[in-house]
């Protein structure tokens, strides 16, 4: 994975840009860190959280040449935050969204990559899921579908992203 990052070249990170943080947490009110867990709700209709993302070294820098390599972390300290909302409707659909804000970057330019300056925002997830048949937590079995997506922000506008918190395709 990070080899793949290594190998594109340094002009596609200067004019297109990339997210470097790929964490997505799981929608407001889930009680778990990995894996969505729909909830369906006739009583509790809303949910808000924030959730704290800290990196070590997400992106470095690497050469291998003859005479030897070396590495230069281009993102050596990264802090996130995600404000996540979620709420849902008629006991059967559950709406959700996230917004990445990116608090902290520290490292050193390299290859025309810096890091971010500031407090920018990241592009904003939002998903959908739909109860089909039984209810999660309550039946023997339960079927939902859902669908998630993402806006990315870079492709409307530069105004409070950057290069590395939001994607530009």
Do not use: C
Request: overall charge positive; proline content about 7%; hydrophobic content about 40%.
């Amino acid at each position: 994975m990070v080899m793949a990052g290594l190998i594109s070249s340094p002009a596609l990170a200067q004019n297109r840009g990339f997210t470097i943080n790929r964490y997505d947490p799981t929608p407001a009110g889930e009680w778990s860190f990995w894996v969505d867990h729909p909830w369906y709700s006739r009583t509790r209709h809303f949910a808000a959280g924030v959730t704290l993302n800290y990196a070590h070294r997400p992106l470095v820098f690497g050469v291998s040449n003859s005479s030897g390599s070396s590495e230069r972390a281009v993102i050596e300290h990264q802090l996130l935050g995600h404000i996540d909302l979620a709420g849902s409707l008629f006991d059967r659909v559950t709406l959700n969204a996230s917004l990445p804000i990116t608090l902290l970057e520290r490292g050193t330019e390299t290859a025309g990559v810096k890091p971010t300056s500031g407090v920018v925002v990241g592009d904003p997830r939002v998903g959908l899921m739909l109860r089909i048949a039984g209810q999660p937590y309550r039946s023997g079995a339960s079927l939902s579908i859902g669908a998630l997506g993402w806006v990315p922000l870079r492709q409307f506008t530069n105004v409070g992203v950057s290069p590395t918190s939001s994607d530009a395709a």
